[in-house]
């Protein structure tokens, strides 16, 4: 993780994170976009795990859990959507993202074993406060997995050194309060906040909540270090699904297309910022 974005760094722009539910609307399906989504422009994966109760996620999003979930995806299953990724391609990080019952019922120390064996780099885990760092957070540091934190509009000065506390790999930054899927916020705002949190903190700052198109990347890019899209894929997908919510073949090449656009626009983010 932390090479990929010294080495994007190193380019003049912010690295382009995209996120898609494992097993969705299929697995074979869904490993197909896995291995499809570096070869179209994306920096790191994040992996979603399906889950039947997911709080902070929009519509599009909980709907594509419960394909997965209907076609069968497990957190086994997931983790092997990784391993069988780490296959071919053992340079693109992997983090997955997701809900603690889950993992809680696996068992966190079989989990984060397994994760390791299958190749994941990081975890983000949405309903895991600071307050219980003890239960993942700790025990994930200490196999080399990074844990990556969430931190929104609501997280004022005083709390955000307690949020950062055991934060590795990236900082996320919420760029709303609510939902997947809402509309993107004034891109003036996000700078703000964005240097707000870079002055606690040396990690990188990723924004996502409402990236849709290249143009929200170019400007999202234009002050964060990181773009994070993944409502938008995850609609691609549903879009190209047959009534019954099978795959069809414009299913790939039509996250492809969307995610080369959404390359484009992070890659123009620095030179735009720089004129």
């Known amino acids: 993780m932390e090479q990929r974005f010294a080495d994007v760094a190193a380019?003049?722009?912010?690295?382009?994170?995209?996120?898609?539910?494992?097993?969705?609307?299929?697995?074979?399906?869904s490993l197909a976009i896995m291995q499809a989504l570096p070869k179209a422009g994306a920096d790191?994966?994040?992996?979603?795990?399906?889950?039947?109760?997911?709080?902070?996620?929009?519509?599009?999003?909980?709907?594509?859990?419960?394909?997965?979930?209907?076609?069968g995806q497990t957190l086994a299953k997931t983790l092997d959507l990784a391993r069988r990724f780490r296959a071919e391609d053992q340079r693109t990080p992997i983090v997955l993202m997701g809900y603690y019952n889950p993992i809680y019922i696996y068992g966190v120390e079989r989990f984060l074993d397994d994760a390791v064996e299958a190749g994941v780099d990081g975890l983000i885990v949405v309903d895991l406060p600071p307050e219980m760092d003890d239960e993942l957070c700790i025990p994930a540091l200490k196999k080399g997995i990074s844990f990556v934190r969430l931190a929104t509009p609501t997280t004022d000065d005083r709390r955000l050194p307690k949020v950062l506390e055991n934060t590795s790999g990236f900082v996320y930054y919420v760029s709303m309060t609510g939902i997947t899927g809402s509309s993107l916020p004034d891109p003036s705002l996000i700078a703000g906040a964005v240097a707000r949190i870079k002055s606690h903190?040396?990690?990188?700052?990723c924004v996502g909540f409402g990236v849709k198109t290249a143009e929200h990347a170019r400007v999202i890019g234009a002050s964060a270090d990181g773009v994070v899209v993944g409502t938008a894929i995850v609609n691609q997908i549903a879009s190209?699904?047959?009534?019954?919510?099978?795959?069809?073949?414009?299913?790939?090449?039509?996250v492809e297309a969307l995610v080369r656009g959404l390359s484009a626009g992070v890659r123009a983010a620095r030179l735009a910022a720089a004129e």
């Open 201 to 205: 903190t040396q990690l990188p700052v």
């Open 240 to 254: 190209s699904l047959t009534e019954s919510g099978k795959a069809t073949d414009a299913t790939v090449p039509g």
């Open 11 to 29: 380019e003049g722009r912010p690295v382009l994170v995209t996120y898609f539910m494992g097993g969705d609307p299929d697995f074979e399906t």
């Open 44 to 71: 790191v994966i994040e992996l979603g795990v399906p889950f039947s109760d997911p709080m902070a996620d929009g519509p599009a999003i909980q709907l594509a859990g419960q394909r997965a979930l209907k076609a």
